[in-house]
């Protein structure tokens, strides 16, 4: 069996390989076949009204939001969506991940412009190292993604953070566009960067992303309940960063394209202790150097059959140091290298123009070293495979998908977690009672699971733990209203989800007597009842004056149901606040825009017993932010001011953890 598994990795590695070379040569290879195919012409109509007709919850922002919102990297930007909470650890390089509707951070997939940003060591993507300029919208799936000709990774997750990249968008006038920037602000922040795209011949445009980023991160904080008025100053909170993205594009038409990316970050952080009694103190320090190279080729036939097929190769480096740490060797110098080879197939196929069905296949090979003690150097392959169907009858539309993720593990020393399969249906349904009303029912049931990261698995474990993967059974019921208006409103839409996530098997990480290792085990079971209700509207446009308004609401009780004898059960899980709400107004008038942003959150606990010793304040966050466009000789001008924390909060996310107060940023950027 063992040496079929091998023959058949091979070949799947030898197939991608040859589709990677395949798709390289889009002009040559496939170009003949266009030659006698001409692809219906389509109308395509475009409305102001955001689109929130899906048969899941999905949620977005685009580039005229971040400015709105002050957002600065993509946890930023998504921090005012329902059923989101981002554990911020503080600071401009802080980690910041995202937890949707009270499950782990690892059940969530991180999407790159159609291919998953992975971490198999801790399977926590940082959303705090994503920059946003180079971001043309942030889409956030609850279940999966609304087209089913998607890689086989889209339906492994229990929900889908999609980012999604500038293309160019050039023609033979003005065959080049340079956009040329700058921020600076508080805490010594300076954040230059630069874009140039390029049209190449009649098929080929590429586009070319940079920046820097540099900041001392020494913020004033205060810490409740010492009686002191006194303020201190956040050490070691410090950034290096560079980032270097470079695209190129062919493309035919729209039903027959290319792409390739490559992408380089490099990092140096301070990485601030928690503060215990006004001891900022720590010198724990990590450099990461993470490289990608990704490859997509898209392909749609006059008979509606859809090819999608995807390869990426990266490789993510991480230094970690903490001369502190009490041991014999006189601190910490850890050395991760991950390594990942990626291929992805996709085929669809409209067997009635309204039945869609597809199947989809990945396969994922992934190593890691290390130069740790006595280290396990595992390495996993994973191979996903997923049938989907889309059916729409009447004012009905059915969606289905059946996933079967296998994952093998091996390892040079000790022994390895052996091998997997899990099958995880996944069933949606929406349903237009009225056909020109604008309101939708839907609902959907979703099965997905989480596998142990490496670190869970091997870090200090020996023999490798007992772990098994952690399941989660979503169910969620909602409905959608939109409508176009003819009074001074230009639109309203509305969106109300009840949602109930049960959690099996929950791997949970318990501190022994050493803080820096602890013991991981599968422990939990939880409920997670919750409600996200969102409002957007605008007014029209009237003698250069608009306004909007946007708010989301949450409510999230999430409790452990895993033994009634002990003293948690029943109780909040821990950094789970019920209640959180978020909205944004803005006023814009000709070149001019102002807004207010506005975030709150109720308490919360760190730790599974809910004691009043134990609870972390609730906060109540504001953001202003000013716009100006203008143009100079035919070359727009952009200047913002942003200042965040508007009424100076003293406040944190993780217990120990303040965030900073009051802060000002100002960008400047010139597109030519």
């Known amino acids: 069996m063992k040496k079929t598994l091998r023959c058949f990795y091979k070949c799947i590695l030898i197939s991608g390989a040859c589709g990677t070379i395949l798709i390289a040569l889009p002009g040559s290879a496939w170009a003949q076949t266009d030659t006698l195919k001409k692809i219906k012409e389509v109308t395509v109509s475009a409305s102001g009204i955001p689109q929130i007709q899906t048969i899941n919850p999905a949620q977005q922002v685009s580039t005229i939001d971040f400015t709105r919102q002050s957002a600065f990297t993509v946890a930023d930007a998504i921090r005012n969506f329902a059923g989101v909470n981002i554990k911020d650890y503080g600071g401009i390089g802080g980690l910041k991940t995202v937890l949707v509707r009270s499950l782990g951070a690892n059940h969530t997939g991180v999407f790159y412009d159609g291919v998953q940003l992975n971490d198999a060591q801790n399977g926590q993507i940082d959303l705090g190292k994503l920059n946003l300029n180079n971001v043309q919208s942030i889409t956030l799936y609850n279940g999966q993604p609304d087209d089913i000709c998607q890689p086989a990774r889209a339906f492994a997750s229990a929900s889908v953070l999609y980012i999604k990249t500038i293309r160019p968008s050039l023609n033979d006038v003005k065959p080049y566009q340079a956009l040329v920037g700058i921020k600076g602000g508080s805490f010594g922040l300076i954040n230059p ?3 140039w795209q390029q049209r190449i011949g009649k098929n080929w445009s590429a586009i070319v992303n940079s920046y820097f980023e540099k900041a001392n991160g020494q913020y004033k904080y205060k810490v409740n309940g010492d009686g002191s008025d006194t303020l201190a100053t956040r050490r070691n909170g410090d950034i290096k960063a560079q980032q270097a ?14 792409n390739l990316h490559l992408n380089y970050y490099n990092s140096d952080r301070g990485l601030p202790n928690a503060v215990i009694y006004y001891n900022p103190y720590s010198k724990q320090r990590v450099h990461n150097r993470d490289m990608f190279m990704q490859a997509g080729y898209e392909k749609i036939w006059n008979s509606s059959l859809h090819l999608l097929i995807n390869t990426k190769l990266s490789r993510l480096y991480t230094h970690y140091t903490d001369p502190d740490f009490l041991n014999n060797a006189g601190g910490l110098n850890y050395t991760y290298i991950q390594k990942e080879v990626y291929q992805s197939a996709t085929l669809a196929y409209h067997i009635q123009s309204n039945w869609e069905i597809s199947y989809a296949t990945d396969f994922a090979y992934t190593r890691l070293d290390a130069n740790v003690n006595n ?10 495979n997923v049938f989907a169907s889309n059916l729409v ?4 539309r059915f969606q289905g998908s059946l996933l079967n993720s296998y994952i093998s593990e091996s390892v040079k020393a000790g022994k390895s977690s052996g091998s997997r399969s899990v099958y995880s249906p996944t069933l949606m349904a929406s349903f237009k009672p009225f056909e020109k009303s604008g309101f939708q029912l839907r609902a959907f049931y979703k099965s997905a699971f989480r596998y142990p990261t490496f670190d869970e698995f091997y870090y200090f474990a ?3 733990r007992n772990l098994r993967p952690e399941f989660a059974k979503q169910f969620d019921l909602g409905a959608t209203y939109s409508k176009s208006l003819n009074s001074w409103l230009d ?5 109300a989800d009840a949602y109930y996530n049960n959690i099996t098997d929950k791997i949970l990480s318990i501190p022994n007597q050493n803080p820096y290792i602890s ?10 009842k919750g409600i996200d209700i969102g409002v957007k509207t605008q007014s029209k446009l009237n003698n250069g004056w608009r306004a909007l308004f946007t708010a989301n609401y949450s409510f999230q009780k999430a409790i452990d149901v895993t033994d009634p004898s002990a003293s948690v059960y029943l109780e909040q899980i821990p950094y789970t606040p019920k209640h959180t709400v978020a909205f944004n107004a803005g006023i814009d008038y000709k070149k001019l825009g102002l807004y207010y942003n506005q975030v709150i959150s109720s308490s919360r606990y760190y730790s599974g017993e809910n004691l009043p010793e ?3 304040p609730g906060y109540a966050v504001s953001d202003l932010s000013a716009v100006y466009n203008f143009t100079i000789h035919n070359n727009t001008l952009t200047t913002s001011l942003e200042v965040n924390n508007l009424f100076n909060t003293n406040y944190a996310v993780i217990r120990s953890f303040p965030l900073p107060g009051r802060s000002y940023r100002l960008t400047v950027q010139i597109k030519i």
Do not use: E
């Open 193 to 195: 960067y630069v874009q």
């Open 245 to 258: 993205d470079a695209a190129l594009y062919w493309a035919k038409s729209d039903s027959n394209q290319f």
């Open 375 to 384: 280290y396990a150097y595992p390495s996993r392959s994973t191979l996903l």
């Open 393 to 396: 009858v009447g004012k009905w």
């Open 462 to 464: 020996t023999p490798v």
């Open 491 to 495: 639109y309203v839409t509305f969106t």
């Open 519 to 528: 013991s991981i085990t599968n422990l939990g079971k939880v409920d997670v």
């Open 614 to 616: 134990n609870l972390v």
